[in-house]
C-alpha cells in the first residue's frame, strides 16, 4: 500500500521556467510533509517542509503549497535551474507524539521519486 | 548545516561476509536514526529506526538478525547485514535527527552505501 505517491517519474523543463512535482497522500495521520533532492549515489538533501496545518511554505525559489482536502502536495521550483536537475523524494512524516509534543521525529514515508531535469 | 557521514561509501563481497555499515552525526547529536534501503528506480524503504541505548524498531518484513543495528552513542548508528547474500544488494542510507527541538526536525541523511554481494 503505497502511502505517498509521486506519479510523474520524470518532469523536463526549460531554464528559468517553473517546474511543478507534485505528490499525493492517503494517510490523515501525516503531521509533516518534507521535500528532499537526490543527486545519484548520494543521499537525499532536504529541502523545504511544510506543517499538516499550514497551506503554503516558500523558501527562496522553492515553495510548497499542501492541499489537505485533496490530500495533495506539490513543490514549485521559480525560476528553474539546470543544477536543480535530480530526483526530487516528496516525505510525510507519520505523527508520534500527541500534539505539542517536542522531540518528534516521527519516521518518514517516501514517495517513489521524480527526475525532474532542467535544460539550458 | 547538520551533516552525517556514512562510511564506507561502497563495499563489494562474498556471499557469506557480514558487513558493517557506520552512520555518525558529525555536528550534532541524534537520538534517533534511521535505516533505509533503496533499489533501482525505487523509493526510499524504511528498514528499522534506532534510538541511542535501546533495541532498534524493525519495520515489518525486516529480519531484525539479518539486519543487525546498535546505536552505541548520540553520534554513532551501526547496521551490519549478516551473511549477507547477493539479494540483500542494494544501496543503504541513514538518517538522523536532531535532540529535542520545537517538533519539526527534519532528518539528514548520509550518503549512503552501495553494497554489492557477489
Known amino acids: 500500500d503505497q502511502q505517498v505517491k509521486q506519479n510523474s517519474p520524470s518532469l523536463s523543463v526549460q531554464e528559468g521556467r517553473i517546474s511543478i512535482l507534485n505528490c499525493d497522500y492517503t494517510?490523515?495521520?501525516?503531521?509533516?510533509f518534507l521535500w528532499y533532492k537526490k543527486y545519484p549515489a548520494e543521499g537525499p538533501t532536504f529541502l523545504i517542509s511544510i506543517s499538516s496545518i499550514k497551506d503554503k511554505n516558500e523558501d527562496g525559489r522553492f515553495t510548497v503549497f499542501l492541499n489537505k482536502s485533496a490530500k495533495h502536495l506539490s513543490l514549485h521550483i521559480v525560476p528553474s535551474q539546470p543544477g536543480d536537475s535530480a530526483v526530487y523524494f516528496c516525505?510525510?512524516?507519520?505523527?508520534?507524539?500527541?500534539?505539542?509534543?517536542?522531540?518528534?521525529?516521527?519516521?518518514?514515508?517516501f514517495g517513489q521519486g521524480t527526475t525532474l531535469q532542467v535544460k539550458p | 548545516g547538520a551533516v552525517v557521514s556514512q562510511h564506507p561509501s561502497r563495499v563489494i563481497c562474498k556471499s557469506g561476509t557480514s558487513v558493517k555499515i557506520e552512520c555518525r552525526s558529525l555536528d550534532f547529536q541524534a537520538t534517533t536514526m534511521f535505516w533505509y534501503r533503496q533499489f533501482p528506480k525505487q523509493s526510499l524503504m524504511l528498514m528499522a529506526t534506532s534510538n541511542e541505548g535501546s533495541k532498534a524498531t524493525y519495520e515489518q518484513g525486516v529480519e531484525k538478525d539479518k539486519f543487525l543495528i546498535n546505536h552505541a552513542s548520540l553520534t554513532l548508528s551501526t547496521l551490519t547485514v549478516t551473511s549477507a547474500h547477493p539479494e540483500d544488494s542494494s544501496f543503504y542510507i541513514c538518517?538522523?535527527?536532531?535532540?529535542?527541538?520545537?517538533?519539526?526536525?527534519?532528518?539528514?541523511f548520509g550518503d549512503g552505501t552501495r553494497l554489492s554481494i557477489l
Open positions: 538518517s538522523a535527527s536532531v535532540v529535542g527541538g520545537a517538533g519539526n526536525q527534519p532528518q539528514h
Open positions: 516525505a510525510a512524516r507519520l505523527r508520534v507524539f500527541p500534539l505539542g509534543g517536542s522531540g518528534n521525529t516521527g519516521k518518514l514515508i
Open positions: 494517510n490523515s495521520m501525516f503531521d509533516y
